[in-house]
Nanobody, 118 residues
Framework: QVQLVESGGGLVQAGGSLRLSCAASGFTFTDFGMGWYRQGQGKERELVATIGSRGQRPYYVNSVKGRFTISRDNNNNTLFLQMDSLKPEDTAVYYC???????????WGQGTQVTVSS
């Protein structure tokens, strides 16, 4: 049974930093590219960043490029998102999942809330 447990969110002032973690289980973590997604209040869920199965080819949406860094620890089945220079528009619930089109994803973890105050 797939389990995705996100953690590390919180309340931070604009310009601050947070490091999100995602503990994955129930599937062979090293077989899949992984991604971080977010959903702001009243907004659709969107892709934030992805990373290949061995940590290759990190990809970022333009709005976070240069501020966020995605990484993974395949020995511990954990995905990370380092978020620096946070902006109020980064406020959202952040989720991790396999890197694929959002429309194909049927299971989501509980997410972790990130709130950036101005």
């Amino acid at each position: 049974q797939v389990q995705l447990v996100e953690s590390g969110g919180g309340l931070v002032q604009a310009g601050g930093s947070l490091r999100l973690s995602c503990a994955a289980s129930g599937f062979t973590f090293t077989d899949f590219g992984m991604g971080w997604y977010r959903q702001g209040q009243g907004k659709e869920r969107e892709l934030v960043a992805t990373i290949g199965s061995r940590g290759q080819r990190p990809y970022y949406v333009n709005s976070v490029k240069g501020r966020f860094t995605i990484s993974r620890d395949n020995n511990n089945n954990t995905l990370f998102l380092q978020m620096d220079s946070l902006k109020p528009e980064d406020t959202a619930v952040y989720y991790c999942n396999k890197a694929q089109s959002i429309s194909y994803i049927r299971f989501w973890g509980q997410g972790t809330q990130v709130t950036v105050s101005s």
